[in-house]
């Protein structure tokens, strides 16, 4: 994989808390809490965090627990801003989660025992004020990574004891002090990230897909495992020229600031909170790797919302295939709602969070080791290192060996009926428009689907976490 050049999801923007008086949360006949279809607003959201922290303010102080002589001796933390790396494969994500593996779990655990946490602080991630920069999904990596938290670092050795205690698919590769209001969350400017597809999800549909979509039920049809010579001759495939142009011009739609809400979940998403600055999407040059085509596309925005980026790349490779115009996706910037399908996260990688104007104004302020700026520079080569062999690595033997591209194409051919408005005259069909009904329905049979597939197939436990996210839709 020498050669690669570094690069969803993906950021998705907080989840407002539950708010009984702004009327997201009613009560039901029962007593129990059932949330409304309409998501807070901006205002609402304001008004919700002013009262809470009035409420906080009049709260009676908690009793601290008297120190005693046995207590570990507190020691002075500094606020730092932390920056690691890591490869997702096995992780359920980036936040911490209970009763999950996660990154965030994992790296919490390795900061206590290397004593950059105390054990006073051991319970509770908050005591540290622990930031991330971006979430992650399951299975989804990360070349960069920024965490902000008040750590003790007065062993000259920490970063060395923190790396000792973390997987090797784990990597804290430096921090740095920043000042005591800093945020890696609100304070990131933009966000990196890159994907990496094989070329040959570009070529032409399947007739054999089409006309077992258009003669069997629903039910009856199944995506078929190709076998070794076929898998070969389709990593054989080189993509034309005219198609990667297409590729380039379709990704370039994005750039600017558009309405996704084609782009992410149903539930919370309105056009007044999904709005989204990109301010770049490219793809690299093919290149080949054990013998496969592929190309690395590269996006930087403001934020993204959940799977923003994944449905991004998903509808790009559907209009290659299908020939439909650039114009469609100015039609899912300002139509109709629709099922966009998410390409598989297994390509999908954080190459870093970026703090510009941080950095900017630490410049001009600094004083002292507390402003210093917050970049991946100083790490390149081992971060560069740990790409190649934790996560480019990992995503082709892991498509070279469970096929993971060619399953997601496959599906959306044997089961292409979300997908009608992807076709050559750019047009969104009624059928097409996606209503509770028929989302409903959608996700029934597909559960129906994947249930039959694991029964089929005798798969001894069922399709791994990594899979079933490559596989599910919204």
């Known amino acids: 994989m020498a050669g690669i050049s570094s690069a969803e999801p993906k950021d998705a923007p907080a989840s407002a808390p539950e708010n009984v008086e702004s009327g997201n949360v009613a009560q039901s006949a029962d007593g129990q809490s059932k949330r409304k279809v309409r998501a807070q607003t901006s205002k609402e959201r304001r008004e919700y965090a002013k009262r809470k922290r009035l409420e906080r303010s009049q709260e009676e102080p908690r009793e601290r627990k008297p120190r005693t002589d046995q207590d570990e001796p507190r020691k002075p933390k500094r606020k730092v801003a932390l920056l690691l790396g890591f490869c997702g494969t096995g992780f359920q994500g980036m936040q911490v989660n209970p009763n999950a593996r996660t990154i965030e779990g994992e790296l919490f655990k390795a900061l206590v025992k290397s004593g950059a946490v105390s054990q006073e602080n051991a319970d509770d991630q908050s005591k540290v004020q622990f930031q991330r920069a971006a979430r992650t999904d399951k299975g989804v990596h990360a070349a960069g990574q920024v965490v902000s938290l008040k750590m003790i670092i007065e062993d000259p050795d920490v970063l060395g004891k923190i790396n000792e205690n973390l997987p090797e698919q784990i990597r804290a590769w430096g921090f740095v002090r920043v000042i005591r209001s800093f945020n890696s969350k609100t304070m990131c400017d933009s966000r990196i990230y890159e994907y990496l597809l094989p070329t040959y999800v570009l070529m032409d549909p399947s007739e054999a897909n ?265």
């Open 210 to 474: 089409a006309e077992m979509a258009r003669t069997l039920d629903f039910g009856e049809r199944r995506v078929s495992e190709r076998s070794a010579e076929d898998m070969k001759a389709m990593r054989a495939y080189r993509v034309p020229e005219e198609r990667l142009r297409f590729v380039r011009d379709a990704l370039a739609k994005y750039v600017g600031t558009h309405d996704f809400r084609n782009f992410t979940v149903t539930r919370g998403c309105t056009e007044s909170n999904s709005k989204r600055y990109i301010h770049s999407f490219t793809a690299s040059d093919p290149m080949i790797i054990r013998g496969g085509e592929w190309i690395s596309l590269k996006v930087k925005g403001q934020s993204f919302m959940l799977h923003q980026i994944r449905k991004m790349v998903g509808l790009v490779v559907l209009m290659a295939r299908a020939g439909a115009p650039l114009s469609l996706i100015d039609a899912l910037f300002s139509g109709p709602r629709v099922n966009v399908p998410k390409a598989p996260g297994l390509g999908l990688l954080l190459e870093q969070p970026v703090f510009e104007s941080y950095n900017r104004k630490a410049a001009h302020q600094r004083k002292d080791a507390s402003s210093d700026p917050v970049t991946f520079e100083p790490y390149v080569k081992e971060i560069e290192e740990f790409k190649q062999k934790y996560i480019y690595d990992a995503i082709v033997d892991t498509e070279m060996a469970d096929n993971v591209f060619d399953w997601w194409v496959q599906s959306t051919e044997i089961y292409p009926e979300p997908y009608t408005y992807v076709n050559a005259q750019g047009t969104i069909p009624d059928d097409a428009v996606v209503t509770p009904e028929r989302e409903h329905a959608w996700q029934i049979q597909m559960r129906e689907m994947h249930a039959a597939e694991r029964a089929k197939n005798q798969l001894g436990a069922e399709s791994s976490d990594d899979e079933l996210s490559a596989k599910e839709d919204d």
